[in-house]
């Protein structure tokens, strides 16, 4: 399913902690890079089920918008999914650091980065 595609550029995010490149459809993380005491497998798999809850509900209201991003802010963290544009099945999903992050910063370089992958 995936072509060509790394994640080291997000290691220079301000507050990085860790990514993965997750399959909505299996929850399975298709790569990943640092995450530290962090399960990434089981944030990519707990993220798909973040993924489809909120597509079900915007189903439910009747909002056609594609889901552009969902930030979960923690007390020490934020968590930011991403649906690629390119093939809304896959997601990446980064963690930050809180007190080190920019968050609109990050926002726009994960929209940049996505651009990037190549997917055969």
């Known amino acids: 399913m995936a072509g060509n595609f790394s994640l080291e550029q997000l290691n220079g995010l301000s507050g990085f902690i860790g990514a993965a490149l997750v399959d909505g459809d299996s929850g399975m993380a298709l790569g990943m890079l640092g995450g530290g005491s ?26 056609n918008d594609a889901i ?6 923690l007390t ?9 544009e390119s093939n809304p099945t896959l997601f990446l999903y980064v963690a930050l650091d809180r007190s080190k992050a920019n968050l609109a910063m990050a926002r ?11 997917f055969a």
């Open 76 to 84: 020490s963290q934020y968590h930011l999914i991403r649906p690629l």
């Open 108 to 118: 726009h370089e994960l929209k940049a980065f996505e651009r990037t992958l190549d």
């Open 68 to 73: 552009e991003d969902v930030l979960i802010t």
């Open 38 to 63: 962090m399960d990434l497998e089981a944030a990519a798999a707990g993220n798909t089920e973040v993924i489809r809850a909120k597509r079900n509900v915007a189903k439910m209201l009747g909002i």
